[in-house]
């Protein structure tokens, strides 16, 4: 088992920056590849960002490429998701989520493990 606990979202305006954290408790963090996916209402839940066991992959969705950095601190149990030049349409709430595959995935079926997210709102 592990469990995820999200943190840093927040209200903010387009064009602005925010960090989430997720910090993981259980077993081995470092055996885990993450991701972070996004709600948005209305909308099915979407794959954001993925990055594999070591931290030497990542894999990105189209629409936050160049504005989106995923990285992990093994050492301290967290991935993170650095979300910059923020636009109205990344409203969301935003879940991390960890796999038992330590490869990059962007289905929701792979990730075992889900936190209960963090709300994300970009006024325009």
């Known amino acids: 088992q592990v469990q995820l606990v999200e943190s840093g979202g927040g209200l903010l305006q387009a064009g602005g920056s925010l960090r989430l954290s997720c910090a993981a408790s259980?077993?081995?963090?470092?055996?885990?590849?993450m991701a972070w996916f996004r709600h948005a209402p209305g909308k099915e839940r979407e794959f954001v960002a993925a990055?594999?066991?070591?931290?030497?992959?990542?894999y990105y969705t189209d629409s936050v490429k160049g504005r989106f950095t995923i990285s992990r601190d093994n050492a301290k149990n967290t991935v993170y998701l650095q979300m910059n030049s923020l636009k109205p349409e990344d409203t969301a709430v935003y879940y991390c989520?960890?796999?038992?595959?330590?490869?990059?995935?962007?289905?929701?079926?792979?990730?075992?493990?889900w936190g209960q997210g963090t709300q994300v709102t970009v006024s325009s």
């Open positions: 989520a960890a796999s038992n595959s330590g490869s990059l995935e962007n289905t929701e079926r792979a990730y075992a493990y």
């Open positions: 990055i594999s066991w070591g931290g030497s992959g990542t």
């Open positions: 259980g077993r081995t963090f470092s055996n885990y590849g």
